[in-house]
């Protein structure tokens, strides 16, 4: 089609013709005019999908004009290749086609299929297709094959529910969605994509057997535990030869974590997945459970101790509180005997005779407040004693609940530090050992070159309203993770291997790392994930900049070279949570709750 195309054009190169549009504007009338010619004529949309319809019929051996004419075809394969066939055309002319191949094609659009109700197989490979659609009769596909084109969604294929097979590798996919229908399904490439979550998506394709995700930027070894969920699959691929390698997969350990979590494996990679290698993962993954397990139960043995310590500390501290109420309650059983001896002193026994035995009591009641009143209280000092021991009784209670509420507080803070200890250690189990965390010690050089980061980016005024002049730094934990390391690395290689780039090497700039600038994230415990989300951040990452534009923030990730700025949301939100409390520390940010973590960032 586009070499009759061109032969047409190239008629008029070298005679000085002219074109098209022009000519097209010339009367008939004039001496010199010439009327158009058929091979200067544009061919109408019919034309070319008759040219079209022959080339395809010249390349299956098919007789145009009988075909053409009308005569019933029974052809169930038809095959195009790198012919550069623009469009999709005439299909009604084989109702018992079967297989449908296009291969190489400008083909942009999946039409012209409503008739082939009898389709099983479609393949529309490295052509320009922009969406899938238009394949709504066609529920007896089987296999479906739209690799190497331009799609940038699943959709539109939910009635397909007898697909087994599915090739759409070589896209602009985001996601897996819009599969679940998909319950007969067997076989899904979506190789070199750009699918970076796998999550629940593959839930309900439970006869779901080979799978390829190579060469999409998936970099946790977490997502692939997802795929426990599929009983029947029996062969992965992250690193298939044809294509450039996941991220995932050139973690360390990544071999044994998915050998172990998915033992049914049959082929990993393309490679024989013996019994032999199964139960070797299984092994390592349980010596790594096993010393991890103890760790955890050494944390929680010390969490144990500390909280036992604070309870007989607690106890020390109100001992004297409790003594004192002790004392207190004494004094008000003195004052109340001294008020019924005084009492029996001013009531005058003879008006009992002339009363009935259960009015008694209510004129003891009355004669108590008469003489309260007139005897006791004439010169006020019963009530002055009543009131002074009763708020020295409130003033105790006071710093009882006190002690207990600052137990509690620190009780708390023991506990999440702990939890904060088993999560790090179950992200090292989970990760695989790509992401470790070490804390360092006086004697690491980078435990120094922390500190004093941290140190010279505190400034005494900006906290002066916080009652705060210095900063003292208690721990600093080191994060090793392969896989924000590769994403940064990878970031930083492309701006310094730009040849139109001012960091170019060429251009006698090699030194860019000493332009690396170490900057603050600004965290805000407002935002989703709350206190939780500094963990989060150290196994995956920032969240994106799309992602800070859809909560109603600038669209970039917040990052500061200023601690009080860094800062200033968590104080604001611990101090905040104090208010709402009714015995708060004066300083309720004085405990490192945040994690202040360093970015490397070209200046």
């Known amino acids: ?79 195009m290749f790198f012919s550069g066939y623009p469009r999709i055309v005439y299909m009604d002319r084989f109702p018992c086609l079967h297989t449908l191949v296009f291969m190489g094609q400008s083909i942009s659009k999946i039409e012209g299929l409503t008739t082939l109700t009898s389709l099983r197989e479609l393949w529309i490979g490295e052509c320009q297709l922009k969406k899938i659609e238009n394949l709504e009769t066609c529920s007896k596909l089987t296999k479906l094959y739209l690799y190497g084109n331009e799609i940038s969604k699943i959709e539109n294929i939910g009635h397909l529910t007898h697909l087994e097979t599915l090739f759409l590798n070589n896209n602009s996919i985001k996601n897996i969605e819009n599969l679940e229908k998909l319950r007969m399904l067997k076989t899904l490439s979506l190789a ?33 535990t997802h795929l426990m969920r599929l009983p029947e699959l029996h062969s992965l691929s992250l690193k298939d030869p044809q294509f450039s390698p996941a991220p995932v997969s050139l973690l360390c350990n990544y071999s044994t974590h998915v050998l172990y979590h998915l033992p049914k494996l049959s082929k990993l990679d393309t490679y024989d997945a013996s019994k032999n290698v199964c139960e070797l993962a299984e092994a ?21 101790e500390i909280v036992s310590k604070m309870e007989i500390y607690k106890s020390r501290l109100l001992e004297f ?75 105790w209670e006071k710093k009882i ?66 009652g705060i002049a210095g900063l003292k730094i208690h721990r600093i934990l080191r994060v090793h993770n392969r896989m924000l390391r590769k994403r940064f690395d990878d970031k930083l290689t492309g701006i310094v291997d730009n040849t139109e780039g001012e960091y170019f090497p060429s251009n006698r700039n090699t ?10 994230w600004i965290w805000d415990p407002q935002l989703p994930g709350g206190f ?34 860094a800062d200033r ?24 709750r945040s994690c202040h973590m360093t970015s490397q960032h070209r200046t």
């Open 1 to 79: 089609m586009s070499s009759i195309g061109s032969q047409s054009s190239g008629s008029h190169v070298g005679g000085g013709a002219t074109p098209t549009s022009a000519r097209s504007e010339i009367g008939f009338g004039g001496n010199n005019t010439q009327p158009p010619t058929e091979a200067s004529r544009p061919r109408t949309q019919k034309e070319e999908d008759e040219e079209a319809f022959k080339e395809l019929c010249a390349n299956n051996g098919l007789n145009h004009n009988k075909i053409q004419s009308g005569e019933q075809s029974t052809v169930e394969e038809l095959e």
């Open 192 to 224: 070199e994509n750009q699918i970076d979550k796998i999550g629940h998506c593959l839930d309900a394709n439970q006869k779901l057997t080979d799978l390829n995700l190579s060469g999409n930027p998936i970099c946790s070894l977490r997502e692939l």
């Open 284 to 304: 390592t993954v349980l010596k790594k459970k096993m010393y991890y397990n103890m760790k955890v139960k050494i944390v929680k043995r010390n969490l144990a």
């Open 321 to 395: 509180p409790h003594e004192r109420l002790r004392n207190l309650m004494n004094c008000i059983k003195e004052v109340r005997r001294e008020f019924e001896d005084l009492m029996l002193e001013t009531i005058d026994i003879s008006v009992f005779h002339d009363t009935e035995p259960e009015d008694n009591l209510l004129l003891v009641q009355d004669l108590e407040e008469e003489s309260k009143l007139q005897k006791l209280d004439e010169n006020g000092k019963f009530t002055a004693k009543m009131n002074c021991i009763k708020e020295r009784i409130k003033m």
């Open 401 to 466: 609940a006190e002690v207990r509420s600052y137990q509690q507080e620190a009780l708390h803070r023991v506990e999440v530090q702990a939890e904060s200890v088993m999560r790090r250690m179950a992200i090292e189990l989970e990760s695989g050992g790509n992401v470790r965390f070490e804390e360092g010690t006086t004697s690491d050089v980078w435990f120094s070159s922390c500190h004093d980061l941290v140190l010279s980016r505190f400034c005494a005024t900006d906290y002066k309203e916080h």
């Open 511 to 520: 030194a860019y790392k000493k332009l690396l600038e170490y900057l603050f």
């Open 532 to 565: 939780h989300e500094t963990t989060r951040v150290l196994e995956e990452g920032y969240m994106d900049a799309i992602s800070y534009k859809a909560l109603g923030k600038d669209g970039a990730v917040p990052l500061s070279n200023s601690l009080s700025l």
């Open 569 to 592: 949301h968590r104080i604001s939100a611990l101090t905040k949570e104090s208010r709402e409390k009714e015995y708060s520390d004066t300083c309720p940010f004085r405990y490192g």
